[in-house]
């Protein structure tokens, strides 16, 4: 078992620079969560409680031609029943998805519940609530739902051609800004040109040009979805939700139900994993409008069976790929067309595949061509770094081929066309401050790549990764305490222990312990507007709207202490909790004795922040595999495996080590055994935690560690999104491990066993 | 719908009584009637562990054992982990080591931990690999609950 390592050229500076920021206390909600009080999703019960079920499309494609619900209705403790015609009707309002931009309305009410069509196996049609779970259930199998079967659409590649069936009728294509005049399902079109294709081969001593698929793979939170409505007679509805986002729920849920958003609060609960998945909203409109037929609270869980059938995969995809090397290894040119499913509703994550793909190289000659595609699949939804693997797995995958063929070593050709500060990016945008050569060279020099492999089948793979990150909006509200301790309501929702991350930036302005400052997760009418807990932005932005709510603090303090001491402020300073004046007439006094004086003053100090940062940086990631192939079963284990990432500022480095280690975890799962199984009818074979494998702790060795400290210019404590960039390289790293191990490159996922053995057997 | 059954259990350590339907799950007695929501529903068919508890001794998932058949037994959950000294060595540990992020899990992951460590007290990285395949994580990667348990050991065998 190896430590865990951070390496930090600036260390020494840093622990003297900073109490707080960089040290590794006990999160705030921890006791709650190891003793079983923390309230999730399912755990909400009120008085009168009736709970919700829903009734799923059991075709993958199916007009809907009528549904009676009568019989249902007339089943003991039945209290209510709905369909998609007690929604309003959506008309062309849109609603906003905040990471995910603005998306007309209709088809998310359509995917809420399906209205006259149902477009995947799982789709939502009608739903129940009873005195029970099991009446509820009982209720289902009552309703009469008659259905015109059509045929489905399932393979993105399929579904591009001019003669496929239509998830859509009226889908046309966004073809390069212009609408097409026959309906497709290809939702748009789009591309960026960067240099000149045909110059940049034509200077290319060798060209590679192949194709990489993804299965659809789901994001596999342990929690399922659930939601509580309690919709009063005035008007007024409160939701109890697990989400990543209390805010864009509110937004969407106001939206489809047509009902002002002052009237609607939204009381997020713990949450139980979501990485992307828990930001559409899928049983809370439904829950909401039971509630208001059956005139009581009404909670809607979902099984673990609907999670998968029902939402957010992230896309399936079809990736071609070619490029251009000299013999040195510096690449002079790439041509890529991504083709990702969007599931039943137009809305990939393409963009940001095409965003992300070169984004960790200087390539003067790029481009992109990006294809947004329905077949009948669940409606994707964001997946940690959504879109990032699927493209960049084929980039890493052919660098390492590139490497294999010019006897290159696979740190150098990254290093040698390795992305710095300026150059300007596949879609025109510069690159800030970014830390891709530091992460490369610490991942060249650690002890893992420094130490030679040795055995037969096995092999070293290396992949780097890079993803966008966000800013956008996030709000805090802090107050001080009469005893020197500031409570900090939080906007985010605490999916892995940014309760205490955001805590710590306010802490380390004070230079109070972070034990004093007491955080905790707000509702929507307590703290100020607050996008989902995405995009790596958490520890970022809501950081931010700490740190300015500290200072405030701060200014504030110094404020009240120079009119006790009758002195200019400007003669006062605030450090490690105690404040002085600076006239050297040496007076001072505690924060917890100024606290105390203010209350009892009844002065208040405190501070509402709103902040929206735009310069959160990219984040970078270099991995190194060691895997064992065994040829009689194509079983890949893992052997090693260390990641290396450019944290910009580890707040709290065992939390960037965890979501370091969880989303390599999560993208060796991608890599090596995860996928949706459709059969010929387009229904979904494995919809369970046992024929969907992710991996267990049998499966891993441990997962090292090295943070890279590369501070972000535009943060005050130079922190970078964390969370995302660790999925993408992974997939490419075993990838390029087995071909290293066994000589067989495969460019489709899942490499599951059989994969491994048919491709074997192909080569021998 | 059938009859109710009446069923008397040891849970955590008290004498309970309990109504239940013959459907219901051990998971949906302890969630629903009795409000021991800490025991989590992930699968409801024995996949991810998260609704782990002992059953006399076995650890067991809540969710494929009826409520009915525990008539008699002796049940621990974890709410009943934490005694009147604070935290048990595992919860303080999982909690030093950054060992949850979203914490959906833990309840599963302490009480495998439990009755693998009442069973092998100096469970080697492999022995815990080997026993938590059952408990399912999405978040962690299993790295820091793997440590978690091994940094519990010399603390429960000084409690001892």
Redesign the interface.
């Known amino acids: 078992m190896n430590p865990t390592q951070t390496m930090d050229p600036a260390k020494t500076e840093v622990e003297q620079k900073y109490k707080v920021i960089g040290t590794r206390p006990i999160r705030h909600d921890g006791v709650d969560k190891v003793t079983g009080r923390a309230v999730y999703g399912a755990d909400v019960q009120l008085p009168g409680m009736l709970h919700g079920k829903v009734l799923r499309s059991p075709h993958a494609h199916a007009n809907i031609k009528s549904i009676n619900t009568a019989k249902a209705e007339a089943l003991y403790g039945v209290k209510a029943v709905m369909t998609a015609a007690d929604f309003p009707d959506a008309g062309s309002r849109t609603a906003n998805l905040g990471e995910l931009g603005e998306v007309p309305l209709k088809p998310m009410c359509d995917n809420v519940m399906a209205s006259d069509k149902a477009v995947y196996h799982g789709h939502a049609v009608a739903a129940v609530a009873a005195t029970s779970p099991h009446i509820a259930e009982e209720a289902l199998g009552l309703i009469e739902v008659e259905y015109e079967v059509l045929p489905p659409v399932m393979d993105v590649l399929k579904a591009m051609d001019e003669d496929s069936p239509l998830v859509h009728e009226d889908l046309y294509t966004d073809e390069l800004g212009e609408k097409s005049s026959k309906p497709s399902n290809v939702a748009s079109h789009t591309r960026h040109v960067k240099g000149d294709l045909s110059q940049g081969f034509a200077a290319a001593d060798h060209v590679l040009e192949r194709e990489y698929r993804c299965a659809t793979v789901h994001q596999g939170y342990i929690e399922p979805h659930a939601a509580t409505a309690m919709w009063n007679p005035d008007g007024y509805v409160t939701m109890w939700v697990t989400t990543q986002g209390a805010f864009t729920v509110r937004t969407s849920v106001h939206q489809i139900l047509d009902i002002p958003v002052s009237k609607l609060k939204v009381i997020p609960t713990e949450i139980g994993g979501g990485f992307g998945g828990k930001i559409p909203v899928y049983g809370e409109p439904v829950a909401a409008v039971l509630s208001r037929k059956a005139g009581r609270p009404v909670k809607v869980v979902m099984d673990r069976t609907e999670v998968f059938q029902a939402t957010g995969p992230t896309s399936g995809s079809y990736v071609k790929l070619k490029m251009g090397v000299t013999s040195e290894g510096r690449i002079t040119a790439a041509e890529t067309m991504l083709a990702y499913e969007a599931g039943g509703y137009p809305g990939s994550i393409v963009a940001l595949g095409g965003i992300c793909m070169f984004a960790p190289y200087n390539i003067d000659n790029t481009t992109i061509d990006m294809y947004d595609v329905v077949v009948n699949k669940p409606k994707t939804a964001a997946y940690r770094a959504p879109g990032a693997p699927n493209s960049e797995f084929a980039v890493e995958c052919m660098l390492d081929e590139f490497c294999e063929m010019l006897g290159l070593d696979p740190m150098e050709i990254r290093l040698l066309n390795g992305a710095k500060e300026g150059d300007i990016q596949s879609h025109g945008i510069p690159h800030p401050r970014i830390g891709c050569i530091e992460t490369t060279e610490a991942a060249r020099d650690c002890e893992h790549y420094q130490t030679p492999l040795e055995g037969p089948n096995r092999g070293r793979g290396v992949a780097s990764g890079y993803w966008v990150n966000a800013g956008l909006t996030s709000s805090v509200t802090a107050r001080l305490n009469g005893d020197g301790t500031v409570t900090l309501q939080e906007g985010s929702t605490d999916i892995g222990g940014t309760r205490t991350s955001i805590a710590m930036q306010l802490a380390e302005v004070l230079g109070i312990p972070v034990e004093d400052v007491v955080p905790s997760v707000a509702d929507t009418d307590s703290v100020g507007y607050t996008e989902v807990t995405g995009g790596s932005r958490v520890t970022f932005a809501t950081g931010w709207a700490a740190y300015n709510a500290g200072q405030a603090i701060k200014s504030q303090l110094i404020e009240q202490a120079a009119d006790i001491w009758k002195v200019d402020k400007d003669q006062v300073s605030l450090a490690d909790g105690v404040i002085a004046t600076t006239n050297g007439n040496s007076r001072s006094m505690t924060i917890k004795e100024l606290a105390a004086d203010l209350s009892q003053k009844g002065i208040d100090v405190g501070s509402r922040e709103t902040v929206t940062p735009q310069n959160h940086g990219g984040a970078y990631a270099t991995h190194v595999v060691d895997v064992e192939v065994d040829p009689d079963t194509g079983k890949v284990t893992i052997l090693r495996y260390t990641a290396v990432q450019d944290a910009g500022r580890a707040i709290h480095p065992s939390y960037v080590e965890g979501q370091m280690q969880g989303g390599v975890v999560q993208g060796i799962g991608w890599a090596l055994n995860e996928e949706y199984f459709y059969n010929e009818d387009g229904l979904l074979m494995n919809s369970s935690f046992l024929d969907y494998r992710m991996p267990t702790s049998l499966d891993l060795p441990m997962i090292e560690t090295i943070i890279v400290e590369v501070p972000n210019p535009g943060h005050p404590y130079g922190v970078r999104g964390v969370g995302e960039v660790p999925i993408v390289p992974p997939q490419a790293a075993v990838s390029n491990a087995i071909a290293r191990a066994v000589g067989v490159r495969l460019g489709d996922l899942p490499m599951s066993p059989q994969t491994v053995v048919k491709a074997l057997s192909a080569k021998s | 719908m059938a009859a109710k059954v009446h069923v008397a259990a040891t849970i955590n350590g008290e004498p309970v009584e309990f109504l239940c ?1 013959p ?1 219901q799950s051990l998971l949906e007695v302890l ?1 629903d009637e009795l ?11 024995g ?2 562990g ?1 609704c782990s508890v002992i059953l006399d001794g076995l650890l067991v998932d809540a969710c494929i054992v009826l409520g009915a058949e525990i008539d008699g037994c002796t049940v621990e ?3 009943g ?2 005694g009147s000294e604070g ?1 048990h060595p595992l ?1 303080q540990t ?5 060992a ?8 599963g992951f ?1 009480m495998a931990g439990k009755a693998l460590l009442e069973k092998n007290p100096q469970a080697s ?1 492999g022995d ?3 026993w ?15 440590r978690a348990i091994l940094d519990a050991e010399p603390q429960l065998e000084v409690k001892k």
């Open positions: 339907e459907r969630r409000k021991l929501t800490g025991s989590k529903e992930g699968c409801n068919n996949n991810c998260a959950t974890i709410e982990l934490m935290l919860q999982f909690l030093e080591n950054a949850l992020q979203c914490g959906i899990c833990t309840p302490i990285e815990i690999r080997h938590c395949a059952g408990n399912l994580c999405r978040c962690t990667g299993y790295d820091k609950i793997v």
